[in-house]
């Protein structure tokens, strides 16, 4: 089984795969704090739920591919592959893995790893001309060419970040939860913010994508928006764009990495 680990900036996605399906998915808290060693454990709970998987961290376990958006999080889990996989092919995402796309950008090096993994996805499920929704703790939106190349891409506050700050600068506001209002007209404060927040975000992915098309492609008609993200369905049912969603994008995109690598090897 190959394990793919992605660490955002708030959450870190697990998951197993047994050859091209994904058969385990688990989602944690991204902590900086953690060391190698509390990430192994970490693990080793998570996995030993798994009936196809033994106590043994590594049991089981023939490959880990890992992308980070958090350096200090992949220098410990570089420790745990070193420490607790010794055995097991990794491949981390960084510069110098080959994952195929070019990138087309004025700094290649300061595109976010996932972003490019998103890309690799992409273009081997839908093909390209492309552009990837990734609703985490940033909204990005990331184009694909039609030749599979990253051309640049939008990025954008998050919606979780975007209540946060109205709950900490609105003098009359709080937190609340992300949920549908009854109406697009809130008859009450909460429902207001939520209101504004999903049909707010719900505009904004129609109207960043409807001008990314444009340039993108002659035909904007032609380029296939994938919405992915652990926030994605919450705007799905609002948006006039999105024709694909896939949660799992990137784990996909790490398996490709890790073939792409460890067959070149």
Not at 8 to 33: C, K, M, P, Q, Y
Not at 111 to 136: K, S, T, W
Not at 178 to 206: C, H, W
Request: hydrophobic share 45%; charged share 20%.
């Amino acid at each position: 089984m190959l394990l793919t680990i992605d660490v955002g900036n708030t959450h870190t996605v697990l998951g197993l795969f047994d050859g091209e399906e994904i058969v385990e998915h688990w989602r944690i808290s991204t902590d900086a704090r953690r060391t190698a060693d509390e990430l192994a454990v970490l693990l080793q709970g998570l996995m030993g739920m798994h009936p196809l998987l033994g106590d043994d961290l590594g049991d089981g376990i023939e490959g880990i591919s890992i992308c980070s958006t958090v350096p200090s999080v992949l220098h410990e889990l570089r420790e745990v592959t070193r420490r607790y996989y010794g055995d097991v092919p990794a491949v981390l995402v960084e510069p110098g893995v080959k994952t195929g796309v070019p990138i087309l950008m004025d700094n290649p090096k300061e595109v976010g790893a996932d972003r490019i993994i998103n890309a690799l996805a992409a273009v081997e499920l839908y093909g390209g001309p492309a552009v990837v929704v990734d609703f985490g703790t940033a909204t990005t939106f990331d184009a694909v060419s039609a030749r599979g190349e990253y051309v640049g891409g939008v990025i954008a506050p998050g919606i979780e970040i975007s209540v946060d700050a109205l709950g900490v600068k609105g003098a009359q506001l709080r937190k609340i939860e992300l949920a549908r209002p009854r109406s697009v007209i809130g008859k009450n404060t909460v429902e207001a913010m939520q209101s504004g927040i999903l049909y707010g975000f719900a505009g904004q992915v129609d109207g960043v994508v409807h001008r990314m098309a444009r340039e993108l492609a002659d035909d904007p008609e032609d380029v296939t928006v994938i919405a992915t993200g652990g926030l994605a369905p919450m705007v799905l049912g609002e948006s006039s764009v999105i024709d694909e969603h896939e949660p799992w994008l990137t784990l996909i995109g790490l398996r490709l990495v890790y073939e792409r690598n460890i067959s070149r090897a």
